[in-house]
């Protein structure tokens, strides 16, 4: 793993813990939320864009298509974020209805993000060859996993 990518993976692992009130740390503010935000989308768009070694078309016809994508899985990463404040509010008494709604939740975010990498493969295969794409999906699982590896290490199982 080449330095900037580790550089990257910390930074997401950071924001990860930003979102995750189960790492005790100390308390952030909005704007410095927004601006680590931007520096991992910025890092990672740099990590795609040197893993993906894409000539000048492609990098042209790629980077509107995902800056889009990133829109979207920002969503997803602030659904994410949502999910786990929520269990994080229910952990000490968890009902059976919470246990029932954050199941559910967490299953339907499980189905939208592999719904928006579906969706988002199809646009890229418009303007990129398929081995590109599979590349794409592969870099984004990766950044993905070392991320939600860093949140799921500290969320204590449910009682």
Known sequence: MTSDIRRAVFTLAACAALGAPYVVMAQSTHDEQQQLMAQIQSDKYAIVLKTLALDDAQVQAFTPIYDRYQVEHKALFD?????????????????????????????????????????????????????????????????????????????????
């Open 79 to 159: 659904r994410t974020a949502d999910l786990l404040e929520l269990y994080a509010s229910n952990y000490e008494s968890m009902t059976d209805d919470a246990a029932k709604k954050i199941l559910k939740d967490w299953f339907s975010l499980q189905d939208d993000e592999v719904a928006l990498t579906r969706k988002y493969a199809k646009h890229f295969e418009k303007v990129l060859p398929p081995a590109k794409v599979i590349r794409f999906v592969q870099i984004e699982n990766k950044l993905d996993t070392l991320l939600k590896i860093k949140v799921v290490a500290n969320i204590p199982l449910a009682r």
